[in-house]
C-alpha cells in the first residue's frame, strides 16, 4: 500500500483538545463554528474509511475463508511447546535437538517428501453400508489340483480374499414392483393371492422410504421439486405432494421423541443459543397483510444442550421467534429443585429476553473477534486486547482436566484479575475520550 493510499492515524483525543482551545479563543462565532464543523467532518471521514477497509476485509474473509484468528506469537508459543515437550527440565532435551541430524536422517526425511500425499480414494473399511457379495469358486474347491498345466501343485484357500468395489446408480427411493400370483376356485370363484416374500411390508411405503424422504428434505435441505425431477430422470417417478404427506407422517410419528427431548433438555446444565435467518413460505405470505411495526421476521433457533450425564441435545426451532424467546421457553419447563442453569450466547440482545434467572456466560471467542477483525488499524490497542484474552485461553486449557468446582475456582483466581483489567482500561479508554465511541474500535470495547 502506498503512503498517500494509507489511512492517516488520528488521535480523537488530540482532535478534542483542539476543538477545546478553539472554543476558548476570540475567534467570531461564525469562524469557530466553521472550524469545529469541519474538524470533526474530518473525524468522520477517517472512521468511515475505516469502516470501508475493514469491511472489505470481512467481506475477503468471506469469499477466500480466514486462515486462522491465531496471533503469530500464539503460533510461535505453541510450536515452542510441542518442541520443547517432554524434557526433563535440565537441558538434556534442548542439548539433543541442536545435534545435527545424521545423513541416514537427512535421507529418510527427503524421501518422506517426495512421497505423495493421498490418493483420493477411500479403503474398502470406508463403507460400512455397503452390500457384500462373498463370490465362491465354481469349479475349484481346497485340495484340487493346479489350474495351471505346467503345474503339480494343489489349491488351498487364501486368509484375505481380494476385494473389489464397484458404484452403481439409483435413484433416492427405488420401487418394487411384486406380481403376486393370484388362484380362483372355480366353484365358489374365490381368489387366493400367493403372499408376498418374507420380510416384505405390506404397506405401499416401506419405512425406508420415509425415512429417505424425510433425510433428503429436512437433513440434506433439497427441494421436493429436485427429488422429484430425479425420480422421474430415473422411471420412478414420486410426485412432490406425496413427498410433502410422506415427511408430515414422519413428523407426526417423531414428534414424541421431540418433546421428550425438550423436556430432558429443559432439565440440562449448559444452554448454548443462537439465531440463523430462514424463509419460510407460509410466514413470507402473512407478511403481506401484515401492518408496519408488526414483527415480520423469519429465523431458525439453534439450541445446544448438554445434560447433566454430559451428552449433548440439538433442538432446532424455526418460526419468528428469536434464540432467547424460545430458550424462555424451554426455562419454563425446567424443574424447580435443580441449580440454575448457565446460558451462554453472544452478547446481541435478542438472545438474552425472558424473565427466568439463570448465568449469564456471554461468548468471549465472539467479543475477541471484534478486534481480532480492526486489528490493521488499531494495531497497539487490539494486540493488548487479544494478548490478554489469550492468557484467558491458556488459562482454559490448564483446566481441561480439571472437575468443574477446580476448573472454576482455577478462573476465578488466574482469569478473573485479567478480565477485570481489561474492564478497566476499557472503562478509561471510552471515560478519557481517547478513542471514538463510534469508531471500530468503540464499538468492539462496547460490543
Not at 152 to 174: C, D, S
Not at 405 to 430: A, F, K, V
Request: charged content about 35%; proline content about 5%.
Amino acid at each position: 500500500m502506498a503512503d498517500s493510499d494509507k489511512i492517516p492515524q488520528i488521535d480523537p483525543t488530540e482532535i478534542e483538545i483542539l476543538i477545546e482551545k478553539l472554543e476558548q479563543n476570540k475567534l467570531e462565532e461564525r469562524e469557530r463554528r466553521l472550524i469545529v464543523s469541519l474538524l470533526r467532518t474530518f473525524l468522520y471521514i477517517v472512521a468511515q474509511l475505516q469502516e470501508k477497509k475493514i469491511t472489505l476485509l470481512k467481506i475477503k474473509d468471506m469469499i477466500f475463508g480466514r486462515k486462522s484468528e491465531k496471533s503469530k506469537k500464539e503460533k510461535d508459543g505453541k510450536d515452542g511447546d510441542q518442541a520443547s515437550g517432554g524434557s526433563s527440565g535440565d537441558g538434556e532435551s534442548c542439548e539433543q535437538s541442536r545435534e545435527p541430524r545424521n545423513e541416514k536422517d537427512e535421507s529418510a526425511g527427503a524421501e518422506s517428501a517426495s512421497i505423495k500425499r493421498g490418493h483420493g480414494r477411500n479403503p474398502v473399511s470406508a463403507y460400512p453400508g455397503a452390500k457384500k457379495v462373498r463370490c465362491r469358486h465354481r469349479e475349484l474347491q481346497p485340495g484340487h489340483d493346479c489350474p495351471d498345466l505346467r503345474c503339480e501343485g494343489r489349491v488351498y484357500p487364501v486368509l484375505r480374499p481380494h476385494q473389489f468395489t464397484q458404484f452403481t446408480g439409483q435413484p433416492a427411493i427405488t420401487i418394487t414392483i411384486y406380481e403376486q400370483e393370484v388362484m380362483r376356485c372355480n366353484d365358489c370363484g374365490k381368489e387366493y393371492e400367493a403372499p408376498l416374500p418374507e420380510g416384505v411390508s405390506p404397506n405401499r411405503y416401506d419405512e425406508t422410504a420415509d425415512a429417505a424422504m424425510a433425510i433428503i428434505k429436512s437433513g440434506l435441505a433439497t427441494p421436493y421439486n429436485r427429488s422429484a425431477a430425479l425420480q422421474r430422470d430415473c422411471g420412478m417417478p414420486l410426485s412432490e405432494s406425496v413427498m410433502s404427506e410422506r415427511c408430515k407422517a414422519v413428523s407426526e410419528a417423531l414428534y414424541p421423541i421431540y418433546e421428550e427431548m425438550r423436556r430432558q433438555a429443559a432439565d440440562g446444565k449448559v444452554f448454548y443459543g443462537d439465531d440463523t435467518p430462514v424463509r419460510i413460505l407460509e410466514l413470507m405470505k402473512e407478511n403481506k397483510e401484515k401492518e408496519p411495526g408488526e414483527r415480520v421476521g423469519m429465523r431458525t433457533s439453534g439450541i445446544v444442550v448438554r445434560a447433566k450425564e454430559g451428552n449433548y441435545i440439538a433442538l432446532y426451532m424455526s418460526g419468528r421467534k428469536h434464540a432467547g424467546e424460545n430458550l424462555e421457553e424451554l426455562f419454563k419447563m425446567r424443574s424447580p429443585y435443580l441449580e440454575l442453569p448457565i446460558h451462554m450466547g453472544d452478547a446481541l440482545s435478542s438472545n438474552w429476553s425472558g424473565e427466568k434467572e439463570r448465568i449469564q456466560a456471554v461468548c468471549l471467542a465472539h467479543a475477541r473477534r471484534k478486534f481480532w477483525e480492526i486489528r490493521s488499524f488499531y494495531r497497539v490497542e487490539c494486540e493488548y486486547v487479544l494478548e490478554r484474552i489469550g492468557e484467558v485461553y491458556q488459562n482454559e486449557e490448564a483446566t481441561k482436566e480439571m472437575s468443574p468446582e477446580l476448573r472454576l475456582e482455577y478462573h476465578r483466581t488466574q482469569s478473573g484479575p485479567i478480565m477485570e483489567e481489561l474492564r478497566e482500561w476499557m472503562e478509561r479508554e471510552m471515560a478519557g475520550k481517547k478513542v471514538e465511541p463510534n469508531s471500530s474500535l468503540g464499538k468492539a470495547i462496547k460490543y
